[in-house]
C-alpha cells in the first residue's frame, strides 16, 4: 500500500479577524492540526481602532477540502468572515519582493535592464550589487525571480499575497 | 498590589473573588478540581465562600471527565480547576474528550505569575498553547480587571451552538491583584450560534418526508446538546410520519429504545436493521448527528441511493465526509418543531410505509444481537441485559468506560430518556466512566448511577474511589471482567491472525479486596444463576459498589462492521472472521 495524493486547487481565502493574543496561532495550528496546506499567509492590523486585523491566506486542497478549511475558519471565536476571494469571482492579487543581486559589468547591466522591463525599482546599490523592490502577482515574481538567477542572485524577501474583490463592494 | 486610584463607588476585589463572583453569577454549584501552587489564591477564595461546592477528585483528569459527566447529565456546563504546568495537562484528555463529544465545559486552570510566562518556570507549561486546538475557544487572562467579561463570554462560548469545552489559563498574580470592576458590565457579544432554521429548507424537507418511500432518522447527540425538548419534538415528529428511528452511541436515549419506530443503534457495532435501513432508505434525515467514520462504515458505499438532509448547528459538520442534498444550519431541536409545525400546517397524513417496514421486518428477523448461551459461564451480553431487567425502573443514568464493554452496554442496555447515558464516543477515552459518574451523581445525588466497565479501562482512573468514598457518593461500578483488553484482542483476532501484541491483562487486582480497602462494597460473582441475586445485592447497598463480574473470556462483540466495509457487510457472528485483512483495511482506525 502507498499513500495516495489527491488533487488540489489553489484559493486565496481572506478572514476578518479580532486583533488580539493567539488569533494568528489559532488560525495557523487550526491548519496544521487538520492537515491543511498554507501556501502562504499575511497579516496586518487593517482598522483605526486596532481591533480589526485582516489575513490573507492562499491554501491547496481538493473542492469540498477548501469548503471544510472555510467552515474550520468560521468556527474560530475571533474570526468574523471569511471569503474564498477565488471563489467569489474578480479580484487582484498583489505581493511585494525584495531582491538582492551581486555582479559586474554586462551581468550587471543585464539585471538592471530585467528590473526595468519589470518595472521593478532599485532600493539599495553598491558598486556590486542591487536590490530590487518588485510588486505584482505571484506568477511575474517567479519569473522576475527566475530571471535574477541568471545573473547573481543572492537571496529574496516576498511578503506573501495579499487580495481584494475588484468593484465596489468590500469582500 | 493594584496602583489604580480607590474608587470608593465600586469596591476592588482580587481576581481569585472576581472569578467566584462570576462563577456563582453564572449559576456554577459545584466544580471539579485539585489544588496546587498556582492555584492557591482561588482556592482560598474558595474556602471563604458557601455558594459553590468543590469536589477534591484524585487526579485531574478525572476532574475533567466528572466534570463531562456531571454536564452530560445536567445540561448544565462542567466546571474543572486545575493549577498550572501537570494540573493542566493532565486534564487535557477530558478537555479532548469534550471537545470531540461536544461537552459544554468550563476549565480554570492556574498559570505562573505573567512575570515568570516564557521562563521555564516551576509548573509552567504553555496551556493556551496545548490546549488550543483541542478546545472550542481559550484564554490566558492578564489583568483581573478582564476576568468577568472572560468569564461570561467562556460561558456563552462554553453553551450556545455546538458546545464544547473553553479554557480560561488564569496567571497567579491575576488571581492575587485587585481591580475596580462592576461585574454587571455587559461585554459586546461576538459569538453567534444557528438558531431557527431557514423555512424554505423546512418546507422541502417536510415535502419529502411526506413523500417518501422509504425515509429513516438517523440522529445523534446534537439531540441530546439541544435540550429535552428536542427529543420530545423527535418523537413527536416519528410518530406523525411513521418513519423509522436509528440513533449513535451518542444520542441513545433521544428517541425511546421501547419506542415502534426504533431500530437500535447504527454503526461498526450497530444493529443489522438499522445499517441495512441506511443503506437501504431513499430519504435520510440526519439530524444532529456527524457522519462519523464509525457509522459510515466505507464513505463510497454509505446509503448510495438516498437523497440526503443534514440539520446541524455547526456548519463544518456539512460534508465533512459524507456530501448531503440538503444541508440546514439550525438547532436540530428547534428544526424539528419546525417540521412538525410544517406537516401540522399542510394536514400531512403519514404513509402506511408497509413495503419499507416489511422489509425492516425481514432485516429484524436476523435477530443480530442474538449470543451463544451459556449455562456454565456469564456471558456478557447476559450480565448486561441482566443489569437492564434489574434496574429499568430505577431510571439509571449508565456510563462506561471504551470497549467491548461499552458497546455491549450500548447493544443491551436500552435507553428510554436522554441525559442518562454518559460515553465517550468521538475521543473513546478510557477511564472516563468511573469519573463521569461521579460528576453525574453529584449533579443527581438520588439518581441511581452505574459505570458498567471493562477490567482494564476501570483501571485507568481507579484512583477516584477514593473521590465517591469521600463525598459518599453511591456510585456502582459494573466491571464485565474478562481479563483481556476485548477490543484489542477481536481486532487482533479480525486483523491479525489472532497474535495478540500485549492485550492480555495481567497482574489484576482482587477489585473485591480493592473495593474494602477503598471502604466500598466489594461483590464478585461468577456463576451466571447467581447473577440476579449478586445484582440486587449490590442495588440493595446504601453506597458505592465494586461488581467483579467474571464473564466469558473469549466472548466478541457483534454485529460489526470490519473497517473499510459496507453498511451492507456485516459481521453477525464470529465463525464470519477471518482472521486477517488486506493494507487498505489495515491502515483505517
Redesign the interface.
Known sequence: ?HIKEELAERHVLTLTV?NE??TL??IA??FT?RGYNIDSLTVADISEDHTTSRITIVTKGPP?VI??II??C?????V?KVTDLTEAGPHVERELALVKVQGSGDQRVEAMRLADIYRARVIDATVSSFIFEITGGPDKIDTFVTLMREVGLVEVGRTGIVGLMRGSEAS | MNIIEQDNKVPEKSGAEILIDCLVEQGVDTVFGYPGGAVLPIYDALFQQKKIKHVLVRHEAGAAHAAEGYARSTGKPGVVLVTSGPGATNAVTGIADAFLDSIPMIVLTGQVATTLIGTDAFQEADTVGITRHCSKHNYLVKDPADLAATVREAFMIATKGRPGPVVIDIPKNVQVATARTDIKSNVPNRFHAAGEADYVAINKAVDLLANAKAPIFYTGGGIINSGPHASAALRELAELCGAPVTSTLMGLGAYPASGDAWLGMLGMHGTYEANMAMNQCDVMFCLGARFDDRVTGRLDAFSPDSYKIHIDIDRSSINKTIRVDLPIIADVGTAIRQMIDVWKGRKYKPQPLTEWWARIKGWRAVECLNYPASTDEIMPQFAIERLFAATKDKAPIITTEVGQHQMWAAQHFHFDAPNKWLTSGGLGTMGYGLPAAIGAQMGHPDALVIDIAGEASIQMNIQEMGTATQYRLPVKVFILNNEWMGMVRQWQELTYESRYSESYSDSLPDFVALAEAYGWKGIRCEKPEELDAAIAEMLAYDGPVMFDCRVSKKANCFPMIPSGAAHTEMILNSDEVSGTMDDEAKALV
Open positions: 500500500m479580532d493574543a493567539g496561532a489559532r495550528g487550526m492540526s469540498p469548503d471544510q467552515a474550520q468560521e468556527r474560530l471565536v475571533p468574523h
